[in-house]
């Protein structure tokens, strides 16, 4: 290949450029040809070192392409250099392949939007920040990619800015991941102090020469980057800005608040694993986090009105069980999780939007109902995406990226079972909220007569995305269901299989089933609850208890109300008590002290000669007790 | 030929005074020539330069039985900051095309003196010269304020002169002391900086002396808790006035601590460096929050500035490589975002006729192509990768973090505030709904010219700042090596003083 992978996160970067400097002036046609053409030609590129690349057997599996130096102070010489290795080129495989079908999929979705142009600039300029993170080669370069997609989110979150709630969202969300990427550049600076680079390789090996497992600074610079890594993944504590990022279109919640941006953070965890290998109690809290905030999203994600909002969750919980692969050591896992992520949650959003368009952008799933006979092509994809989500056994993708994570779980050692327990419920709420959303939307009673029909814009990515949902795990399959391990032994040269405990296939099989019961139960649990509406389960729910519960989880455990009074009101009221700035108040008071002192000496000029002969007299007589007195 | 870099702003400000009576807008276009002279020399200097840490030098007797000399030099830093001063004093007149009206002959005058002041300042290297600039730019900046400014503006350039003058003061007498320490260790009184460098000074001494001179630098910069004549004095100030201020006189006081403080002081700058370092990263954060808690426009991108300044003393006083050099990168990337910053509330306030933000919203529908460059600009403020600020920023942190982890840590908290002050600009000024029905124009092409230009060196700056670093680089190696300064500078063969008129290349 002619060394032109850089042009892969620099086509969208120049569909960028064209459409900010049309300044929204272009005719929508050429704003969507060079807003989906620029991600297309990426995509094709993208396909194309892929073929080259499983083809030509590189050394060490790497393919390395410098752009330009950055920066060149005496040792610091970070470039701005490209690295495809197996892990970068599945991400940027999804990264671009993804992209481009939700690209296409928006080309009709905002049709009507008067900001088109815009939002083309915006989705360029995302992709192309994603891409320079997944294939950055030090993690200077993966940092400017990683701040690119935040700005994007705030971009896009905010798009239809004339609402300030938009604008609060968006904020929300840039300020939220910014504190984690704050943690993260500490992180930086800690490394490169400590080891001398940030080039990912050699920082990697530096780092096992130099720290000892379990050392203190290997824990420190551990902790720092997964701080960034929460808060971009939306994971404990930092994850109350997604569901309110949903308040951006729909073609963005797909993209970047499901398939790919709150990905980063688990990609950025599996780029440096070796690190978080010498931290073994930093990766043990990863497990923790990713298995606390996989229930509590999942809980949350039981009771929301909102489609989108519902998802939102669901992300939030499906990234979470990334988190848990990636604490246990199955990175493997947690990038295949990734993956037949970004298909079906991608999937279930633009089925989602394909519905709310239709139905004049109503977004609560109880206005909904009985769909499924009106609008079939977004009935079948969302069914699809949604049994993939509640990954149903056999059939989906879902089904095999979540068994490899739960074995990988249960076989990590002695926490295991316990991790794999939170994983195992949480697999039977995520059924349940699955199919509720698929029962009450399309099953029922019809509320609403939806309007228009799709143009093969839309019904395309939903045909290639339902294909992908059904058919994308079929890379790894558990020995048990006939051994097939493409995706594992792509992947092994970057993350290794770490050594297993081994246990019969029998455990292995016994696991799954379990799970896979679990599963169909919460599917049959939802279908009593909405279709059979059965009296037992109703009075349950409409229980007091249940209903102070369902009101807890449906405000995201109280987060948003624990951050407003310990974070957001203290320091507004700081800001407005220091509004006119206390130290200027301070030079204030000098210059009433002097004020003061030229009012009172001016009241001695009183043109009395009497009076200024007195003050003669007393000063003289002062100056000579002063000098008798000090002699 | 050094010396025309002074002259020529001189003769461009006296005949920009008088060629009003040509015509209005005349001062105007010879303000510009100037500048483009300007700029011509200094490229002339700098290609025809022969190598060595030292462009150009030039020092003739001034007051000789004084010791005081009429010494320039020019080395990487200071063609830096004299590129930066002319392309703001570019922005500046253009800036003014329309707001100023009344006395434009005048106005470019004091426009002119004050970047000759400037210039100056940043080619002096005796010390009574120095002060001579020092002074001489601040009176003209003075009348900037006081004549053309907004509705407070006798009180802010007052409040800006009494700091400005009554720092100044104690340079002087740090000036005085040094010189006179001097003449007691070798017994001859001289204001050479290069003869000073290497005063036997005991520590007491050294750290007052020292003092004077930080004190007026931090004041100029400003530093917490030095800051509160900025908000005032830019707020005040005609847009021109705004953007020179910002530009390029607040970096003369980061310019007087690079290339005096430490190199003059090294003992007693080692000393004060943990108290500046705090002083930087509660800087930092301190503007941060009030530039937050503004509602004028303008008063919230000054205080931005204080936060800004708050990474250069940061900076200067981690003193090495990484550092050093993230300063250049930050004052000139600061310098051309909040100019522009500066520039955008100009524009808004001659579109709108006020600064507050309660009043305006939704100009992102409005006027787009405004907007757009005034989020652009808001972005880079807050240190997004891709944009000079974030260089400088994140090459500060990385030094600082070497030498004061903890106040390096506080300082990097600034990058969270700089986004709740910025993206608080964008949503009241440029997101939400219009207040009120208003048909206002978007930016004309000279003005869409001029933002863009910006825009483009930011970006230039943020993706491939390395000309920008290699041209610091030997004005870092001067600052950082008394040693080899002395030798270049006065050649092998004659010392500074016998040398009466040693001309640059």
Redesign the interface.
């Known amino acids: 290949m002619p060394p032109i992978l850089w042009l892969i996160p620099g086509l969208p970067l120049f569909g960028f450029v064209a459409l900010?400097l049309s300044?929204?002036r272009m005719p929508h046609r050429a704003a969507a040809a060079i807003g989906v053409g620029s991600i297309g030609l990426a995509t094709l590129l993208a396909f194309a070192f892929a073929h080259w690349f499983l083809g030509a057997s590189l050394p060490g599996d790497v393919y390395l392409e410098t752009a330009?130096?950055?920066?060149?102070?005496?040792g610091?010489d970070p470039a701005v250099a490209f690295r495809l290795d197996p892990l970068s080129l599945v991400m940027m495989l999804v990264v671009t392949f993804v992209g481009f079908l939700i690209h296409l999929y928006s080309a009709e979705f905002m049709a009507k939007d008067e900001g088109y142009g815009r939002f083309f600039a915006y989705m360029n300029l995302f992709v192309a920040a994603m891409l320079t993170l997944v294939l950055a080669d030090n993690l200077?370069v993966l940092?400017?990619g990683w701040?690119?997609v935040g700005?994007a989110s705030?971009l896009l979150i905010?798009f239809w800015?004339?609402d300030?709630a938009n604008?609060?969202a968006?904020?929300k969300a840039?300020?939220l991941t910014?504190?984690g990427?704050?943690a993260f550049?500490?992180g930086?600076?800690?490394l490169?102090?400590e080891l001398g680079t940030l080039d990912i390789a050699t920082l990697m090996a530096r780092a096992h020469e130099t720290w000892a497992t379990g050392s203190a600074v290997a824990n420190a610079a551990a902790a720092l980057l997964l701080a960034g890594a929460l808060g971009k993944s939306a994971q404990l504590p930092l994850q109350t800005w997604l569901p309110d990022a949903m308040a951006g279109p729909t073609p963005v919640s797909a993209l970047l608040h499901a398939a790919t941006m709150v990905t980063a953070g688990v990609y950025l965890i599996a780029r440096t694993h070796e690190l978080f290998e010498l931290a073994p109690a930093v990766e043990f809290t990863v497990a923790v986090i990713g298995a606390a905030t996989l229930l509590l999203a999942a809980c949350s994600a039981l009771n929301q009105h909102d489609i989108k909002r519902i998802l939102a969750y669901s992300t939030m919980s499906q990234i979470g069980y990334m988190f848990l692969a990636l604490g246990v050591g199955a990175w493997t896992a947690a990038i295949f999780h990734f993956m037949t992520h970004a298909f079906f949650k991608a999937l279930l959003f633009l089925a989602a939007g394909a519905v709310m368009m239709r139905l004049n952008d109503e977004h609560d799933i109880f206005r909904m109902g009985g769909l499924w006979r009106r609008m079939p092509v977004a009935f079948v994809s969302f069914l699809i995406g949604a049994s993939s989500l509640a990954a149903l056994p056999l059939v989906t993708a879902g089904f095999y990226s979540k068994d490899m994570i739960l074995w990988g779980v249960w076989s990590s050692g002695p926490a295991g079972p316990g991790l794999w327990a939170t994983g195992f419920v949480g697999a039977f709420i995520t059924a349940l909220y699955s199919f509720r959303a698929v029962f009450v939307m399309f099953f029922g009673d019809a509320r609403r007569t939806p309007s228009g029909r799709y143009g093969w814009c839309i019904v395309a990515p939903l045909a290639v995305l339902s294909a992908l949902a059904l058919t994308g795990g079929f890379v790894n399959i558990p020995s048990a269901l006939g051994n097939v391990n493409s995706f594992s032994d792509l992947l092994a040269p970057v993350l290794p299989a770490r050594q297993e405990v081994t246990t019969a296939s029998t455990t292995q099989a016994i696991v799954m089933a379990a799970t896979s019961l679990l599963v169909l139960l919460g599917v049959y649990l939802a279908y009593l609850t909405y279709i059979q509406r059965a009296q037992v389960l109703r009075r349950i729910a409409t229980s007091s208890p249940a209903r102070a519960l369902a009101g807890f989880w449906f405000g995201g455990w109280g987060f948003d109300t624990l951050y407003e009074h310990i974070f957001v009101r203290p320091?507004l009221a700081?800001?407005?008590l220091?509004?006119n700035?206390i130290?200027?108040a301070?030079?204030g008071g000098l210059v009433v002290a002097s004020r003061t002192l030229n009012r009172a000496l001016s009241r001695t000029v009183t043109g009395r000669v009497r009076a200024y002969a007195a003050w003669v007299a007393v000063g003289s007589l002062a100056a000579l007790a002063i000098a008798l007195f000090l002699q | 030929m050094i010396v025309w870099l002074i002259g020529i702003l001189v003769l461009g400000a006296a005949a920009a005074w008088l060629a009003e009576r040509l015509h209005r807008d005349a001062p105007r276009w010879i303000a510009l020539a100037a500048l483009a002279a300007h700029f011509g020399v200094l490229v002339s200097i700098w290609t025809g330069a022969s190598g060595g840490p030292w462009i150009a030098n030039l020092q003739v007797p001034w007051i000789a039985e004084l010791g005081i000399s009429f010494h320039l030099a020019l080395d990487g830093l200071t063609v830096l900051l004299l590129l930066l001063t002319e392309a703001l004093g570019v922005v500046a007149v253009l800036a003014s095309w329309r707001e100023i009206e009344s006395r434009v002959g005048l106005f470019h005058f004091n426009l002119l003196l004050t970047l000759a002041g400037v210039a100056g300042v940043f080619l002096a290297l005796d010390l009574f010269l120095f002060f001579f600039s020092w002074e001489a730019m601040l009176v003209p900046m003075y009348f900037i304020i006081a004549v053309w400014g907004h509705e407070r503006r006798i009180y802010a350039s007052i409040k800006f002169f009494i700091f400005t003058q009554g720092s100044g003061l104690l340079m002087l007498l740090a000036i005085l002391g040094l010189a006179l320490a001097h003449r007691r260790a070798t017994g001859t009184l001289t204001f050479d900086y290069f003869a000073l460098l290497d005063t036997p000074l005991d520590p007491t001494t050294g750290f007052w002396l020292m003092l004077g001179f930080f004190i007026a630098f931090v004041v100029k910069l400003p530093a917490?808790?030095f800051?509160?004549w900025l908000?005032d004095a830019h707020t005040e100030a005609p847009t021109a006035g705004s953007v020179i201020l910002a530009g390029v006189l607040l970096k003369t006081g980061a310019y007087g601590l690079l290339r005096f403080v430490v190199p003059l002081f090294p003992v007693a700058a080692h000393e004060i460096a943990p108290a500046a370092m705090w002083l930087g990263a509660i800087g930092v954060l301190y503007g941060a929050?009030?530039a937050?808690?503004?509602s004028d426009m303008k008063r919230l991108v000054a205080y931005s500035s204080v936060s800004h300044m708050g990474f250069v003393l940061l900076g200067v006083f981690a003193w090495n490589?990484?550092a050093l050099?993230g300063v250049v990168v930050q004052i000139v990337a600061h310098g051309l975002s909040t100019g522009a910053l500066f520039i955008v509330v100009g524009f808004i306030q001659e579109r709108l006729h006020t600064r507050d933000m309660r009043r305006m919203g939704?100009l992102?529908?409005d006027v787009?192509?405004l907007a757009?460059l005034a989020l652009t600009f808001a972005?880079a403020s807050l240190g997004?990768?891709?944009l000079g600020n974030?260089?400088g920023e994140?090459?500060v942190?990385?030094g600082g973090?070497?030498v004061n982890r903890a106040a390096?840590?506080v300082a990097?908290?600034g990058?969270?505030t700089a986004?709740?002050y910025a993206?608080?600009l964008v949503?009241r000024a440029?997101?939400?709904?219009p207040r009120e029905p208003r048909m206002i124009r978007d930016t004309s092409i000279r003005e869409t010219a001029a933002l863009g230009a910006l825009v483009a060196a930011l970006v230039w700056l943020g993706?491939?700042?390395?000309p920008l670093?290699d041209a610091a680089?030997d004005g870092i190696g001067n600052l950082q090596n008394p040693a080899s300064r002395i030798a270049a500078a006065a050649g092998p063969q004659s010392p500074p003083r016998a040398s009466p008129a040693r001309r640059g290349p």
Do not use: K
Request: glycine share 10%; charged share 10%.
């Open positions: 900010y300044a929204g330009w130096r950055w920066i060149t102070i005496g610091f200077l940092y400017a701040e690119g700005l705030y905010g800015y004339r300030p604008g609060a968006a904020r840039f300020i910014r504190i990427d704050t550049i500490i930086l600076f800690l490169f102090h320091f700081l800001a407005r220091n509004r700035d130290v200027d301070c030079y | 917490f808790p800051h509160t908000p929050v009030l937050f808690a503004q490589a990484l050099e939704g992102a529908s787009p192509r757009g972005i997004l990768p891709g974030f260089v994140f090459l942190l990385l973090f070497g390096t840590i990097a908290c990058l969270v986004v709740v993206l608080t949503q440029l997101h939400g709904g993706f491939y700042p390395q670093l680089a």
